[in-house]
């Protein structure tokens, strides 16, 4: 299985996983702009049985966008910086 982030936005990926969207990664950033964080979310609230690896759980949080591409199994990034 590979994952690819697509960019639609700034801090906004597509979550695809073999040429099919599963999913989206969004930055969180709180009111005050101090505590950010990733998200990585699937589209179906699906069985865990039928969840793509690595998802345990139908949403995952990650400190910064590289721990959320590192947990992907190293998802290639298109469209944009990955410091975005």
């Known amino acids: 299985m590979t994952y690819t982030l697509n960019r ?4 906004s990926y597509d979550l695809v996983l073999d040429g099919i969207i599963v999913g989206s990664v969004v930055r969180e950033v709180s009111a005050d702009g101090g505590h950010r964080a990733w998200h990585a ?7 865990p049985d039928r969840r ?5 759980e139908i949403e995952h949080a990650f400190p910064t966008l590289d721990a959320a591409t590192a ?7 298109l469209g944009s910086l990955q410091a975005a």
């Open 71 to 77: 947990w992907l199994g190293r998802a290639m990034v």
């Open 41 to 47: 979310e699937l589209l179906e609230d699906l069985p």
């Open 8 to 11: 639609l936005a700034a801090g």
């Open 52 to 56: 793509p690896i690595p998802f345990t």
